[in-house]
């Protein structure tokens, strides 16, 4: 979903918890996240025989309709939550500094447990309970100050000094949410000239907006898991982004130039097949590291590693019907190579003997 003057193609991908792509869909135009999980757990994930699991999505994809759907089939679900959104009486308990556990000044975190009625797509009603975590954390304070720095900054000039600026379209929407509602013009809905827009802005709404920086809500249906459990299996929504990465970037999933549904999806089909693969390399590359399973994310190579190294493993043909490998002193083939017990003596080799090493190498063994 990206500002170009092309058609929308919207892929939704499940991976597992290694990693590894499970299925994708594929929805036309700029659909709605929320609208695209119901169906595609139902024409996929539902119909495989995982056992329990726990599914993992973001803010765009909390919908308790959607959450009654996974709960109906006896799973569970770690998403994370919209604090503008949520009711007033729950963005005050998350502002209250009351029970939060300060680990450090980067990071502090409280929970609660609390009993909801929701519907489903019957329109019947049931009653959850569920854990609600909410946490601090300074890296996520900064990344949001600096993504935010120059509108800030912009209504504090504006503030300061209203009569040196004219109030764009663009920018008269971005503001709206820190204009006191007494001030618009009753009519019209229109803002008032910009030379009485000083007392327009409502300061004690861009404070709030400021104090509100760097918090994150997160809900489950796994009640008995600690806070920080939680908010672990959450972090982990940040290997599907990172696959997603891959897609894109190495392995030019976007389909320019391909346009009917036919060829999007085979396009699409190859891409997700190609990311099973590479995945499954780095996950024996970081098995061969001794790490334990649970950081064999943050140890290994990276796809673009991975493809460059298996791109200049190259054979070249010589005289008298024999070959040689190229570049076999490349410190991440050799890393490829050893973790997947693949020994090469440095050598010249005859077509037959190339062809039993082929038939010798596999990615699952």
């Not at 098995?287 to 140890?299: I, R, V």
Request: neutral net charge; charged residues 30%.
């Amino acid at each position: 979903k990206e500002n170009r003057n092309q058609p929308i193609v919207q892929m939704g991908l499940f991976i597992d918890d290694s990693g590894i792509p499970i299925s994708f869909e594929v929805f036309p135009g700029n659909t709605l996240d929320h609208l695209t999980v119901r169906d595609s757990l139902k024409s996929t994930v539902d119909n495989m025989d995982f056992g329990r699991f726990i599914f993992v999505g973001d803010r765009g994809m909390c919908s308790y309709v959607n959450l009654a759907h996974i709960l109906s089939l006896g799973n569970g679900y770690v998403v994370s939550k919209s604090i503008a959104k949520s009711k007033a009486s729950e963005r005050q308990w998350i502002f209250d500094e009351d029970g939060y556990t300060v680990e450090s000044p980067n990071f502090k975190f409280k929970s609660r447990i609390v009993t909801r009625e929701i519907t489903d797509e019957n329109d019947d009603t049931h009653t959850i309970s569920e854990k609600v975590v909410v946490y601090w954390d300074r890296r996520f304070y900064e990344r949001q100050l600096h993504e935010n720095k120059s509108f800030l900054d912009f209504l504090d000039k504006l503030m300061q000094s209203p009569r040196s600026f004219r109030i764009t379209a663009t920018q008269s929407k971005s503001i709206r949410k820190f204009l006191k509602k007494e001030f618009l013009h009753i009519e019209t809905g229109e803002l008032l000239d910009s030379s009485k827009l000083r007392s327009v802005i409502d300061t004690n709404k861009v404070e709030a907006f400021k104090n509100e920086l760097g918090y994150y809500q997160i809900i489950s249906s796994e009640t008995k898991f600690s806070e920080k459990e939680i908010i672990d299996i959450y972090h982990g929504l940040s290997r599907i982004e990172d696959q997603f990465r891959v897609l894109k970037g190495e392995f030019s999933s976007r389909p320019i130039f391909v346009n009917t549904k036919e060829h999007i999806d085979a396009h699409l089909a190859v891409c997700t097949i190609a990311l099973v693969v590479m995945r499954i390399i780095q996950l024996k590359v970081a098995a061969a590291s001794d790490a334990s399973p649970d950081k064999h994310w943050s140890y290994g190579i990276s796809a673009k590693r991975v493809r460059a190294a298996l791109n200049a493993w190259t054979v070249e043909a010589l005289p008298d019907g024999l070959f040689r490998f190229n570049n076999l002193d490349d410190p991440d083939l050799k890393r490829i190579l050893d973790a997947f017990g693949i020994d090469l003596p440095i050598k010249l080799y005859n077509k037959k003997e190339l062809n039993a090493l082929k038939s010798s190498f596999s990615i699952s063994n």
